[in-house]
């Protein structure tokens, strides 16, 4: 569940967790887009290094690490699954090009992880929903989302505690083969279905007791307002994404296996 830990917002006083929640998510866009756009593993290793200052800046390296930790099992699975899928059904002669676009997929992967971590570990759900709010989203659909990315590390957390309880009791979850470990998971899976169906009605319950929904004109006594880190972050997203639809459309970029062959 170290994974998990990665995406909990880490309370922190620093010139990244300043930055105002929509800029860092206009960027996210922008980094996301250019991650997509690309199938080449240069400019993917670029992207993937440009996140690192962000990651010293905001003081968050260690919940980083073990986000990225976590995030190795399944990239793991993607580069044996593109490595299979292009040996067998690809048709490549040369293995040194199958393992390179096995690991550019990887990398991508890697770089949405990295980059949303960054984002929920700086920025706070309340200003997140804050956000959405000043954007003009319904009031619902904010607490919606917020609610569920507060929820996300509690149930992580809660999941992790029940998987330690089964265990003391002599619960086997890693032995057997693929089948008899799902079925190994049921009784994690179950406590945890039920605690979150027992949370939700307790939390609809204190939402009903608070008069949830009986004022229209809601106020806030927080405002986001854009400073000039907001501007300098928005023109640099701006002129990534230019760059790299420039590089994308108009520059060759030749694989490096080719490059050495």
């Known amino acids: 569940m170290s994974i998990f830990d990665g995406f909990k917002f880490r309370s922190v006083s620093s010139p990244v967790h300043r930055l105002d929640p929509r800029v860092k998510f206009f960027y996210i866009c922008v980094t996301f887009t250019v991650a997509i756009i ?25 919940e980083w690490t073990r986000s990225m930790r976590g995030a190795l099992f399944f990239a793991s699975i993607i580069f044996i699954v593109n490595f299979l899928s292009l040996h067998f059904y690809g048709y490549y002669s040369s293995v040194a090009y199958i393992v390179e676009r096995s690991v550019t997929m990887t990398v991508r992967f890697l770089v949405l992880v990295e980059t949303f971590s960054i984002f929920f570990l700086t920025t706070s759900p309340d ?40 265990k003391a009791r002599g619960l086997e979850l890693e032995g057997g083969n693929f089948v008899k470990r799902i079925k190994n998971y049921i009784p994690i899976l179950v406590p945890l279905l039920v605690n979150s169906i027992r949370r939700s009605l307790e939390l609809a319950e204190t939402m009903e007791s608070r008069a949830w929904g009986a004022s229209r004109k809601r106020t806030n006594i927080y405002a986001l307002k854009i400073g000039m880190k907001d501007v300098a972050l928005t023109l640099f997203s701006i002129m990534l994404l230019t760059v790299s639809l420039y590089t994308h459309f108009f520059v060759e970029i030749s694989p490096i296996s080719q490059m050495f062959s």
């Open 38 to 62: 690309f199938n080449n593993l240069i400019p993917l290793l670029v992207i993937f290094l440009m996140q690192i200052p962000f990651v010293v800046v905001a003081g968050v390296g260690r």
């Open 127 to 166: 200003l997140l929903g804050l956000a959405l709010e000043q954007s003009g989203f319904p009031y619902d659909i904010c607490f919606a989302f917020t609610t569920a990315v507060r929820f996300v590390p509690v149930l992580a957390e809660e999941a992790q505690t029940i998987v330690d309880a089964q």
